[in-house]
C-alpha cells in the first residue's frame, strides 16, 4: 500500500486549504484512514479518522469544529478540509490506513507527509 499526500502549502490564518490523499490499493473501502500532524519540535499527534465508508468520524478536540474529513472510495482518496486555520496548525500533515480500527497512531501505512505552513 503507497499513500501520496498532496495540498500542502502556505496559508494565512482564518484562511482554509484542502489535503488529499490517494491510496494504491485494489479496495480503498477496505482501510480505516486517519490523518495525523507533526508540528517542528513536537511529537505526531492524531487529527482525524474515517472509518471504512467514511459514516463515522473522529477528530481531535483542537481540530473539532474547522476540519472535516472526507473520502471518495472510487477515486481511492480521503480528503481533510480545513478551514479557520491558526498558526498553531502549522505542521507536516500525514496520511495514514490500515485494515482494522486501530488505536492511536498504530497505523500499518503512512504517506510522507505535505507541509502546511500558516502564517501570515
Known amino acids: 500500500v503507497q499513500l501520496q499526500a498532496s495540498g500542502g502549502g502556505l496559508v494565512q490564518p482564518g484562511g482554509s486549504l484542502r489535503l488529499s490523499c490517494t491510496a494504491s490499493?485494489?479496495?480503498?473501502?477496505?482501510?480505516?484512514m486517519g490523518w495525523f500532524r507533526q508540528a517542528p519540535g513536537k511529537e505526531r499527534e492524531f487529527v482525524a479518522r474515517?472509518?471504512?465508508?467514511?459514516?463515522?468520524?473522529y477528530y481531535a478536540d483542537s481540530v473539532k469544529g474547522r476540519f472535516t474529513i472526507s473520502r471518495d472510495n472510487a477515486k481511492n482518496t480521503v480528503y481533510l478540509q480545513m478551514s479557520r486555520l491558526k498558526p498553531e496548525d502549522t505542521a507536516v500533515y500525514y496520511c495514514?490506513?490500515?485494515?482494522?480500527?486501530?488505536?492511536?497512531?498504530?497505523?500499518?501505512?503512512w504517506g510522507q507527509g505535505t507541509l502546511v505552513t500558516v502564517s501570515s
Open positions: 495514514a490506513a490500515d485494515q482494522e480500527l486501530v488505536v492511536g497512531d498504530e497505523y500499518t501505512y
Open positions: 490499493v485494489r479496495t480503498f473501502s477496505w482501510y480505516v
Open positions: 474515517s472509518s471504512w465508508s467514511g459514516v463515522s468520524t
